[in-house]
Protein backbone atom coordinates (compact mmCIF):
# COMPACT_ATOMS: atom_id res chain seq x y z
CA UNK A 1 0.00 0.00 0.00
CA UNK A 2 1.02 3.52 -0.12
CA UNK A 3 1.01 4.40 3.23
CA UNK A 4 1.26 2.65 6.57
CA UNK A 5 -1.62 0.72 7.63
CA UNK A 6 -2.82 -0.25 11.12
CA UNK A 7 -4.95 -3.06 12.75
CA UNK A 8 -7.40 -3.41 14.15
CA UNK A 9 -8.85 0.26 13.79
CA UNK A 10 -10.67 -0.37 17.20
CA UNK A 11 -9.99 -2.99 20.04
CA UNK A 12 -12.34 -3.19 22.91
CA UNK A 13 -11.06 -5.82 25.33
CA UNK A 14 -11.61 -6.83 29.29
CA UNK A 15 -8.94 -6.15 32.05
CA UNK A 16 -6.73 -9.43 32.45
CA UNK A 17 -6.63 -10.04 28.44
CA UNK A 18 -4.31 -10.67 26.00
CA UNK A 19 -4.01 -8.19 22.56
CA UNK A 20 -1.84 -7.96 19.79
CA UNK A 21 -1.92 -4.81 17.54
CA UNK A 22 -0.06 -5.24 14.01
CA UNK A 23 1.11 -2.77 12.07
CA UNK A 24 2.44 -3.43 8.18
CA UNK A 25 4.91 -0.39 7.24
CA UNK A 26 5.53 1.38 4.05
CA UNK A 27 7.45 -1.56 1.41
CA UNK A 28 11.54 -0.92 2.08
CA UNK A 29 11.28 1.25 5.02
CA UNK A 30 13.54 -0.85 6.77
CA UNK A 31 13.03 1.40 10.55
CA UNK A 32 9.74 0.48 11.96
CA UNK A 33 8.41 2.33 15.58
CA UNK A 34 5.37 2.18 17.69
CA UNK A 35 3.84 5.08 20.11
CA UNK A 36 1.15 5.35 22.34
CA UNK A 37 -0.93 8.27 22.55
CA UNK A 38 -3.30 8.57 25.68
CA UNK A 39 -6.10 11.09 25.94
CA UNK A 40 -5.44 14.86 25.65
CA UNK A 41 -1.67 13.57 26.07
CA UNK A 42 1.39 13.62 23.55
CA UNK A 43 3.39 10.93 22.10
CA UNK A 44 4.75 8.46 24.13
CA UNK A 45 7.20 6.18 22.26
CA UNK A 46 7.57 2.39 22.90
CA UNK A 47 10.46 0.72 21.11
CA UNK A 48 12.28 1.02 17.30
CA UNK A 49 13.30 -1.75 15.20
CA UNK A 50 15.78 -1.67 12.93
CA UNK A 51 15.31 -4.71 10.17
CA UNK A 52 14.15 -7.10 13.06
CA UNK A 53 16.07 -6.08 16.15
CA UNK A 54 15.04 -3.33 18.35
CA UNK A 55 17.88 -2.05 19.29
CA UNK A 56 16.10 0.39 21.82
CA UNK A 57 13.44 -0.63 24.08
CA UNK A 58 13.71 1.69 26.40
CA UNK A 59 10.09 3.08 26.24
CA UNK A 60 8.32 -0.44 26.63
CA UNK A 61 5.98 0.60 29.96
CA UNK A 62 6.39 -2.52 31.62
CA UNK A 63 7.01 -6.50 30.86
CA UNK A 64 3.46 -7.08 29.66
CA UNK A 65 4.51 -5.12 26.71
CA UNK A 66 6.82 -6.91 23.71
CA UNK A 67 6.68 -6.20 20.39
CA UNK A 68 8.61 -8.27 17.37
CA UNK A 69 9.10 -8.19 13.59
CA UNK A 70 9.43 -10.64 10.96
CA UNK A 71 10.43 -10.38 7.79
CA UNK A 72 11.89 -7.20 8.27
CA UNK A 73 8.52 -6.41 7.67
CA UNK A 74 5.01 -6.54 10.00
CA UNK A 75 5.61 -6.15 13.42
CA UNK A 76 3.35 -6.69 15.95
CA UNK A 77 2.74 -4.96 19.70
CA UNK A 78 1.44 -7.31 22.16
CA UNK A 79 0.17 -6.50 25.53
CA UNK A 80 -0.69 -9.24 28.45
CA UNK A 81 -3.12 -8.98 31.18
CA UNK A 82 -4.10 -5.71 30.05
CA UNK A 83 -5.01 -3.24 32.32
CA UNK A 84 -7.51 -0.20 31.84
CA UNK A 85 -4.10 2.58 31.89
CA UNK A 86 -3.13 0.73 28.53
CA UNK A 87 -6.09 2.05 27.06
CA UNK A 88 -5.19 4.44 24.40
CA UNK A 89 -4.25 5.04 20.19
CA UNK A 90 -0.98 2.97 19.65
CA UNK A 91 0.52 4.54 16.91
CA UNK A 92 3.22 3.08 14.50
CA UNK A 93 5.49 5.05 12.12
CA UNK A 94 8.50 3.74 9.42
CA UNK A 95 10.88 5.38 7.86
CA UNK A 96 13.16 4.24 4.99
CA UNK A 97 16.30 3.85 7.55
CA UNK A 98 17.11 5.02 10.78
CA UNK A 99 19.48 7.66 9.64
CA UNK A 100 20.31 11.12 10.76
CA UNK A 101 16.95 13.17 9.77
CA UNK A 102 14.98 10.47 8.27
CA UNK A 103 11.17 10.77 8.44
CA UNK A 104 8.80 9.20 9.85
CA UNK A 105 5.37 8.46 8.59
CA UNK A 106 2.78 7.32 10.67
CA UNK A 107 0.25 5.29 10.63
CA UNK A 108 -3.71 5.84 11.42
CA UNK A 109 -3.18 3.85 14.68
CA UNK A 110 -5.36 1.32 16.63
CA UNK A 111 -7.48 2.67 19.09
CA UNK A 112 -7.58 0.37 22.35
CA UNK A 113 -10.17 0.55 25.08
CA UNK A 114 -9.35 -1.83 28.03
CA UNK A 115 -13.08 -2.28 30.64
CA UNK B 1 16.93 14.02 23.34
CA UNK B 2 17.00 17.56 23.57
CA UNK B 3 13.74 18.34 24.52
CA UNK B 4 10.95 20.71 23.32
CA UNK B 5 8.54 23.49 24.78
CA UNK B 6 5.93 24.85 22.83
CA UNK B 7 2.87 27.09 23.69
CA UNK B 8 0.15 24.53 24.86
CA UNK B 9 -2.23 26.68 22.91
CA UNK B 10 -2.58 29.57 19.90
CA UNK B 11 -5.29 30.91 17.53
CA UNK B 12 -5.09 32.37 14.26
CA UNK B 13 -7.50 33.81 11.69
CA UNK B 14 -8.55 32.17 8.65
CA UNK B 15 -5.80 33.60 5.73
CA UNK B 16 -3.79 34.49 8.08
CA UNK B 17 -0.24 33.26 9.00
CA UNK B 18 0.29 31.13 11.72
CA UNK B 19 3.67 31.45 13.58
CA UNK B 20 4.00 28.00 15.81
CA UNK B 21 6.97 28.95 18.12
CA UNK B 22 9.20 25.77 19.27
CA UNK B 23 12.31 26.20 21.89
CA UNK B 24 15.01 23.68 22.03
CA UNK B 25 18.04 24.71 23.72
CA UNK B 26 19.87 21.81 24.66
CA UNK B 27 19.66 20.90 20.78
CA UNK B 28 23.20 19.50 19.99
CA UNK B 29 25.12 19.91 16.51
CA UNK B 30 24.01 16.23 14.84
CA UNK B 31 20.53 16.63 15.69
CA UNK B 32 17.52 17.75 13.48
CA UNK B 33 14.33 19.80 14.33
CA UNK B 34 10.81 18.12 13.00
CA UNK B 35 7.57 19.48 13.07
CA UNK B 36 4.23 17.02 12.64
CA UNK B 37 1.20 17.62 12.86
CA UNK B 38 -2.01 15.75 14.45
CA UNK B 39 -5.61 16.17 12.74
CA UNK B 40 -8.55 14.96 15.66
CA UNK B 41 -8.40 11.27 15.35
CA UNK B 42 -5.58 10.63 13.17
CA UNK B 43 -2.19 10.00 12.52
CA UNK B 44 0.57 12.24 12.90
CA UNK B 45 1.16 14.16 9.47
CA UNK B 46 4.58 14.94 8.51
CA UNK B 47 4.88 18.65 7.69
CA UNK B 48 8.90 19.69 7.49
CA UNK B 49 12.10 19.16 9.02
CA UNK B 50 15.34 21.32 9.29
CA UNK B 51 18.98 21.51 10.55
CA UNK B 52 19.88 24.79 10.50
CA UNK B 53 19.20 26.83 7.43
CA UNK B 54 15.94 27.81 6.78
CA UNK B 55 13.50 25.15 4.78
CA UNK B 56 10.06 25.66 3.07
CA UNK B 57 8.38 22.74 1.21
CA UNK B 58 3.99 23.32 -0.32
CA UNK B 59 2.90 22.72 3.29
CA UNK B 60 5.03 25.37 5.25
CA UNK B 61 7.91 27.51 6.09
CA UNK B 62 10.63 26.33 8.94
CA UNK B 63 12.87 28.87 10.20
CA UNK B 64 15.55 28.07 12.64
CA UNK B 65 17.74 30.58 14.35
CA UNK B 66 21.29 30.48 13.94
CA UNK B 67 21.83 29.36 16.89
CA UNK B 68 19.58 26.83 16.70
CA UNK B 69 17.96 26.92 20.05
CA UNK B 70 14.59 27.76 18.96
CA UNK B 71 12.29 28.03 15.62
CA UNK B 72 9.15 28.87 13.75
CA UNK B 73 6.83 27.19 12.19
CA UNK B 74 4.86 29.38 9.48
CA UNK B 75 1.35 28.18 8.02
CA UNK B 76 1.47 31.21 5.34
CA UNK B 77 -2.09 30.98 4.76
CA UNK B 78 -4.03 29.27 7.08
CA UNK B 79 -7.18 27.18 6.43
CA UNK B 80 -9.97 26.05 9.18
CA UNK B 81 -8.47 22.13 7.91
CA UNK B 82 -5.63 23.36 9.69
CA UNK B 83 -6.69 23.44 13.02
CA UNK B 84 -4.79 20.42 14.71
CA UNK B 85 -2.18 19.94 17.26
CA UNK B 86 1.40 20.73 15.96
CA UNK B 87 4.61 18.89 17.46
CA UNK B 88 8.02 20.37 17.32
CA UNK B 89 10.28 17.42 18.34
CA UNK B 90 14.62 16.92 17.50
CA UNK B 91 15.66 13.54 16.41
CA UNK B 92 18.31 11.54 18.28
CA UNK B 93 21.39 11.09 15.92
CA UNK B 94 21.04 7.29 15.35
CA UNK B 95 24.41 6.37 14.56
CA UNK B 96 25.59 8.23 17.94
CA UNK B 97 23.11 6.55 19.77
CA UNK B 98 21.81 3.38 18.07
CA UNK B 99 17.90 4.45 18.51
CA UNK B 100 16.15 6.22 15.65
CA UNK B 101 13.38 7.69 18.33
CA UNK B 102 11.78 10.94 18.28
CA UNK B 103 10.74 12.18 21.58
CA UNK B 104 7.29 14.12 21.38
CA UNK B 105 6.30 16.53 24.14
CA UNK B 106 2.48 17.90 23.85
CA UNK B 107 2.66 20.48 20.90
CA UNK B 108 0.74 23.43 20.30
CA UNK B 109 -3.23 23.20 19.60
CA UNK B 110 -3.64 25.55 17.07
CA UNK B 111 -7.39 26.81 15.81
CA UNK B 112 -7.98 28.66 12.84
CA UNK B 113 -11.10 30.66 13.07
CA UNK B 114 -13.24 32.13 10.39
Known amino acids: GAGVSQSPSNKVTEKGKDVELRCDPISGHTALYWYRQSLGQGLEFLIY????????KSGLPSDRFSAERTGGSVSTLTIQRTQQEDSAVYLCASSLLAGKGDTQYFGPGTRLTVL | DAKTTQPPSMDCAEGRAANLPCNHSTISGNEYVYWYRQIHSQGPQYIIHGLKNNETNEMASLIITEDRKSSTLILPHATLRDTAVYYCIVRVDPINTNAGKSTFGDGTTLTVKP
Open chain 1, 49 to 56: FQGNSAPD
